[in-house]
């Protein structure tokens, strides 16, 4: 086509999430041109998205880019960039922990890696945050395999069973898990006292009590959508948690310089409540309820690095979310009752719960589609 190219690309769904995967290589050497790409690719700005491939959603605007790794003790490493569905933003600031699923299928099916039956562990290093992950590939002849007996809450049916893995996913840029220095922080917004426990773990999350909200956090999506006073707090928190990380000074806009971190999320005590389709769910089964909000929306399941940094804040002293949280016999595990279901996942502290070594959760991960998309030629070389 005259005024097209197109560049090899993959579509995998890892975890409630799917993207699309890029080798490093097929992309300019010039990175300035990689945001209008992936922009256009995925179809933003537009609410359909009906001139890319993304889902209108955030959990499916996604661009992975993934390269062989020189780092010792790291097979590939990843890149991860969250794009806007209603503006023309790419973000580096955090990653996914959905899609680490998917890039480490990604990985043996690129023979980046040497595939060994039944599992084949890959080494990832993240260079959105300079954090090692693994995640353990079920192989069948050589390639990821897709069908199995696991089930993960807001994807249908069963897939194979990929573990993913954090390894020490604290303070990876602030040098701290607490980037205030405090477990729980304080904003005053409209005459009123909001506590949040603001952590760095695997991405910037602020978590916020329900109960300080008036609200259970066992609450639809849908249903908070349309709170328009609390997406407000929610929002005036997001900016104080990104000013005290750094990443943007007081008085500029957080939603538009870092629109995918920090990430907020409310955090309630074991409730019963339907899932979005319907099923019911037992306070019984889960430690604590939880809702995010992701890109300005709310989530409609959970971000795999929003288990993660939940697990590791249940496990430190003094946060808001240790103090909601039922405990369990097992004090590594939690489980968390979300939008689509209950999640389980485990955080492990040194002795002195002062680090967490390491912290994972179960997902599942498919191939979708193989062969080559298009772009407009000027996009590729001016």
């Not at 959105?128 to 249908?156: D, K, L, Q, Y």
């Not at 916020?208 to 349309?226: C, F, H, I, N, R």
């Not at 697990?311 to 949280?325: G, K, S, Y």
Request: charged share 20%.
């Amino acid at each position: 086509m005259a005024d097209q190219r197109s560049i090899p690309c993959w579509v995998y769904r890892g975890g409630t999430s799917r993207g699309l995967f890029f080798l490093g290589a097929d992309l300019p050497a010039d990175r300035t041109r990689w945001d209008s790409i992936f922009i256009k690719c995925i179809g933003s700005p537009d609410l359909k998205q009906v001139d890319g491939l993304g889902g209108g959603r955030s959990h499916t605007s996604k661009v992975v880019i993934i390269a062989p790794s020189t780092r010792p003790g790291a097979d590939i490493d990843y890149l991860f960039a969250q794009l806007a569905v209603e503006r023309a933003d790419v973000d580096y600031g955090g990653t996914c922990g959905n899609l680490l699923a998917a890039v480490g299928a990604f990985a043996v099916d690129q023979k980046l890696v040497p595939a060994a039956e039944p599992t084949t562990l890959v080494r990832i290093y993240s260079t959105n945050i300079n954090r090692f992950m693994t995640v353990r590939v079920p192989v069948v002849e050589g390639e990821s395999a897709a069908v199995g007996e696991e089930h993960i809450p807001g994807v249908p049916g069963r897939g194979a069973r990929y573990p993913v893995e954090f390894i020490d996913p604290g303070g990876s840029r602030p040098g701290s898990i607490f980037p205030s220095g405090r477990a729980v922080d304080e904003i005053i917004w409209a005459g009123h006292s909001y506590r949040f426990s603001l952590i760095d773990a695997t991405n910037f999350y602020a978590f916020v009590p329900a109960v300080d909200l008036s609200l259970t956090g066992s609450e639809a999506p849908d249903a908070l959508e349309k709170r328009g006073e609390i997406l407000s707090v929610l929002s005036a928190i997001r900016q104080r948690a990104a000013e005290i990380c750094g990443l943007v000074q007081p008085g500029t806009d957080a939603e538009r310089v870092t629109p995918s971190v920090p990430k907020v999320a409310i955090v309630g005590p074991p409730m019963d409540y339907s899932t979005q389709d319907g099923q019911s769910v037992a306070k019984e089964a889960m430690d604590l309820c939880s809702r995010l909000i992701s890109m300005g929306r709310v989530h409609q399941s959970y971000a795999g690095t929003g288990f993660i940094a939940l697990a590791c804040a249940a496990q430190l002293p003094d946060t808001v979310v240790a103090e909601i949280r039922r405990p369990n016999k097992d004090k590594s595990l939690i489980r968390v009752g979300h939008p689509a279901g209950i999640t389980e996942v485990h955080a492990i502290l040194a002795d002195d719960s002062s680090t967490i070594l390491r912290a994972g959760v179960i997902r599942t991960a498919r191939r979708i589609m193989s062969g080559e998309i298009y772009v407009p030629i000027s996009l590729l070389y001016g």
